[in-house]
């Protein structure tokens, strides 16, 4: 049986990659705390260049006391220091990076007080993994579409650039993840001859969540995160992978529930609020394939396009 859930803002899933605070103290000697860095994107093409930025305005000292001027020095993969500013008060500029071998990188940056004073530093943290343009998911079918009870539908998430947003801003995995939409992108994202499936064409593809599920791997990795009793079978050819969802709401850019859930769009109202469209989702520890409504504007899911 098909289990509907009302979404206007869905419960939270996957964890996203904020940037990790670590400040040193003693008993002794005061400390340097509340200092924030830009949460690096999770995936970065090699051959990129990052940008981060330090917020330095929560600064404050842990015996309260004034410490003066701060600088800002950052270290990457506690090899390469760069010393950007002896003053942040006077200008903080942005950290440039080229990335320009594969592999895990770990960013820090730390603020340390001027000359006269012992504070101990405060730090924050954020990483990344450098991979290759051309990675792409593997364990999924070649097809370019399938044909399903009578409709053609596309067998890869949509990556239309002209609109929506790449997993947690992270434009190398397009390719593989497509884009997540606002309802009124995917609207009008498919391709001349495509068009965004209605409610009925999707309750046409069955119940069966696992029929519709890929066996993916991303980076030799298994998308979907492993859950007893559920049986990816992707009988259909379908390759529904789980990239989670985008919660804008209050413009939070809330990535949620990456390896736990696969969520597409309907082109249908719902019936009880012209503010909310219906969508389908599966879920990694279910075996049927559900229904919800959810904000035409901040919420964000996957795209599948169906010919006309």
Known sequence: MRKTIIFTVILSGILSLPACKKTESTDTTPSLQGLDITEAVPYVAKGADIVLKADASHLSSSNGK?????????QVNSAKKDTLTRNVNQGNPEFKYHVDTLGTYQIACYAFPGEGYHFYNASAITSFKAIEPSTALTGIGTAASVTIDGNEWSTRNLDNPSSGVAYKKADVTTSSFGRLYTFEEASTACPAGWHLPTAEEWDAL????????????????????PALGQKITNSTGFNAIPVGYLDNTASLDKFRRYGEMAAFWTSSDSASDSSLAQFRYILYDNPAIMKGNGSKTSLALSVRCVKD
């Open 66 to 74: 004034p410490f003066g001027n701060v600088g800002i020095f950052w």
């Open 206 to 225: 069955g119940t069966e969540a696992g029929n519709l599920m890929a066996p993916a791997k991303f980076l030799d990795l298994d998308m979907w995160v």
